[in-house]
């Protein structure tokens, strides 16, 4: 009797510590969305498609890594794969050890017997030791003897100029993505590497741009290569001036970075793209129609050689005609209510979306008052929605 009730005890304790183990090894296989608007994408790189878009907060079952992403899989059944850098894989807590029960002690001493082994068929290995998840190809995790806070290393080992390998992608002031932007570039260009830290490049480009870089978006290159992008030829000047400075404009264009994009918009609680550039002019004295076009016709046809910070850019994003508006910054850039991005927000006329779907500028200042009575008679009335059509798959990177 006795001998059976010390059995029954192992195999209660066995089944207890393999579930914990098992809890365990659940535990280390989630990581929760540490950032807002992630994209999910249907392989390892940002060159692939775009699968969702899901929210900070989010946990999902990783069920693979390669060169710093994790493939994971969501309470809901959609799986893709994020970057490492946006996720937050904590290790699992340490299981509560279960208290101690004294044994139970027989009526009478039982003779000296060989110790009870637990029960045939019960699994000794490997739950019966601790499991662990080992993840390959992730950052870096070996253990440091020096402070983790240390000088940027000299290139030595890394290559002696990189290529751009992904379009968008951001050059940041440090080595972190939640450093400030310098600038953002498009594949294919070239630079200086300067230093290493940490996975990142501290690069430099032709025209004296320097910054960080992250290693998941650059591929080394021949030391002779050469950036593409040549200097941007010389502004004209004699041409006419908006009501109030230009920068003065821009800077109220830019106040509006990261105002929602709304179907139909028209003021900060959500614009659509027609309907921030009336909002931003207006604020300087300029009065547009309403839609985008209806604004491509105001002022007068730009170049787009020629343009200059404060002329609107328009698009064909759908249909035959003009559907999508923005207005020019300078370097190649402009800024926009986006539908795609969801939010006002800045791009480059190089980007092979907009590349192709360019359809022309104006530089405004000067109306005729038939352009002015437009305007006049179409402020106030029902906003008319307007969208540019979806984005591309790849989106900015770091």
């Keep these: 009797m006795a001998s059976l009730l010390m059995a029954t005890m192992a195999m209660g304790s066995m089944t207890a510590l393999t579930g914990t183990l098992l809890g365990q090894q659940k535990a280390q296989k989630t990581a929760t969305v540490a950032k807002t608007d992630v994209i999910v994408r249907s392989g390892p790189g940002t060159s692939y498609d775009r699968v969702a878009k899901v929210d900070k907060g989010r946990s999902a079952e990783i069920l693979e890594s390669r060169n710093g992403w994790y493939k994971l899989k969501f309470s809901g059944g959609t799986t893709g794969w994020i970057r490492a850098d946006m996720l937050s894989v904590a290790a699992p807590k340490a299981a509560a050890k279960p208290a101690a029960k004294p044994p139970a002690k027989p009526a009478v001493k039982p003779a000296e017997k060989p110790v009870v082994k637990p029960a045939e068929g019960l699994p000794e290995t490997p739950e019966a030791q601790p499991t662990k998840i080992v993840i390959s190809n992730v950052a870096e995790e070996k253990p440091v003897e020096k402070p983790i806070e240390k000088a940027p290393e000299p290139a030595k080992a890394a290559p002696l100029k990189i290529e751009i390998k992904g379009n968008d992608v951001n050059i940041r002031k440090e080595p972190n993505t939640k450093a400030a932007r310098v600038v953002q570039v498009d594949k294919g260009r070239v630079a200086d590497v300067l230093a290493k830290k940490d996975g990142w490049f501290k690069v430099k480009f032709q025209h004296g ?32 001036k908006l009501s109030g400075a230009a920068a003065s404009l821009i800077d109220t264009a830019k106040d509006q970075i990261g105002v929602r994009y709304r179907y139909g918009g028209t003021s900060r609680s959500g614009f659509d793209c027609s309907g921030f550039v009336q909002f931003v002019f207006a604020k300087h004295g300029v009065k547009l129609p309403r839609t985008s076009l209806s604004q491509s016709g105001v002022g007068a046809k ?31 850039k402009f800024i926009h209510a986006s539908s795609g991005g969801g939010r006002v927000r800045i791009d480059a006329l190089s980007t092979s979306y907009y590349a192709k779907r360019y359809a022309g500028a104006r530089r405004v200042g000067k109306f005729s008052s038939t352009f002015l009575d437009t305007a006049k008679a179409e402020l106030g009335q029902k906003a008319v929605p307007e969208e540019e059509g979806p984005l591309p798959m790849t989106e900015p990177g770091g």
């Design 302 to 332: 730009v170049a787009k050689s020629d343009l200059i910070v404060g002329d609107l850019v328009f698009f064909v994003t759908r249909g035959s005609r003009v559907s999508h508006v923005g207005i020019y910054i300078g370097d190649g």
């Design 209 to 240: 741009t320097i910054g960080w870089v992250h290693g998941d978006f650059v591929k080394p290159t021949s030391a002779s290569a050469k950036d593409p992008v040549k200097p941007a030829p010389a502004k004209k000047t004699s041409t006419p």
